[in-house]
């Protein structure tokens, strides 16, 4: 690989500090971070490694949000029986990230960092509402994700934890990438305290986004009904080897309406 | 350099590694094991699989350094004096593999697959063992053996 330093930062201050400097990046379950660097799309100084700070793992149901530590594993997620009860959407959509190895490593902290367009957390926590909380403030999903690859943290910034707020109803389809399990187009959908909410990701040229005349006519009707005839765009999806833009935007009105119709029954 | 401890198939070791030792090479290179296998070094094929603390994960998406402290079991530990594991009997009865190369990843997934999933289904074995990929077999051996070691390791 490339010859970096590696810390294990002690809490978060520590790994906030370590992590400042231009070309250092906190290591979670290194599952985006270590293929990165072996591919030569990544090249870090330093290595701030967050696995040994206790107050970043876990899962808490306080009423009715659910805070979920930003070390906490895609597996912990799917098999934790508070998840479960409260927002089984979400525990499901865990269970469905890449497969059972890079479950057990790769943490939320680590996705929503990321926010690789085709990534399913960040449908998550649009299409729930989320706040991101950071060592230094609270961010909303839905100022949080900024295109490819771009969120609103600083250089430095840590997430400590996802605060999600507990749906009504709420459903994740995803039409994965039969290689890698990515999402081509998934879809989460939910309506609750939150409002309604269709958050896309895999298919937007821009990343994960809302889909607002879905969440209109959801607002009117919480069925797959009412996305009878609502067309999707197709200048604003990717196009790549895996989909053409037109076959992405059929296809988010399809998953669309499976979520829905999930979320609803 | 980083002196990195660890236990290996129940014995502890050490050795001096750079940072970005991957943990696969700090188990073939540094232990010596070589019975974990690297295929594709992307994170794909799983024919990397080690146990780390009770969850089967790629080494060859990890550091050395990261498993600090950790208990490693490799294929070479997972046999009890000379008796193969029901899982490893379960993919000789089976004839679950032709090559073999990816045999070891499949072997660990498969034993953590089983241990959490003591009734698991055909289905759920497909789709346990999606992290692991086999270019001989076509994997329907495979998934017979994972049932069947699966059924042994409750008995
Ligand atoms: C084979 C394979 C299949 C996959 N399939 C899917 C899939 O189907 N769906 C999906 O969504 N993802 C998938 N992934 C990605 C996986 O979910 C990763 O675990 C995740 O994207 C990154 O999490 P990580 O903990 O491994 O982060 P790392 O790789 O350690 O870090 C990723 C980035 O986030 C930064 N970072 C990490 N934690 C924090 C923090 N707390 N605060 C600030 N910055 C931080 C790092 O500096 C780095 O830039 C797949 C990965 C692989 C290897
Ligand atoms: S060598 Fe590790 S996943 Fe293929
Ligand atoms: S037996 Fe040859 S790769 Fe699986």
Known sequence: MSGFNYHKASDVADAAGKSSSEDALPLAGGMTILPSIKLGLSDPSDLVDLAGIGDLKGISVDGDTVTIGAMTRHADVAGSADVQNAIPALAAMAGGIGDAQVRNRGTIGGSIANNDPAADYPAACLGLGATIVTNNREIAADDFFKGLFETALDSGEIITAVRFPVPARAAYEKFPNPASRYALVGVFVSDGPAGTRVAVTGAGANGVFRQGDMESALGGSFSADALEGISVSEGDMASDLHAASDYRAHLVGIIAKRAVAAAAG | ?155
């Open chain 2, 1 to 155: 350099m980083a002196t990195v401890s660890m236990t290996v198939n129940g014995n502890a070791v050490a050795a001096d590694v750079e940072p970005d030792t991957l943990l696969v090479d700090y188990i073939r290179e540094h232990i010596g094991l070589t019975g974990t296998h690297v295929g594709c070094d992307t994170s794909q094929c799983g024919s990397c699989c080690v146990m780390l603390d009770g969850d089967s994960i790629k080494s060859c998406t990890m550091l050395a350094v990261q498993a600090e402290g950790a208990e490693v079991t490799t294929i070479e530990g997972v046999a009890d004096n000379g008796e193969f594991h029901p899982m490893q009997q379960a993919f000789h009865d089976n004839h679950a593999l032709q090559c073999g190369f990816c045999t070891p990843g499949m072997v660990i997934s498969a034993i953590d697959l089983a241990a959490k999933n003591p009734d698991i289904d055909e289905a759920g074995v497909r789709r346990g063992l999606e992290g692991n990929l086999c270019r001989c077999t076509g994997y329907h051996n495979i998934v017979k053996a994972v049932l069947a070691g699966a059924q042994a390791m409750k008995g």
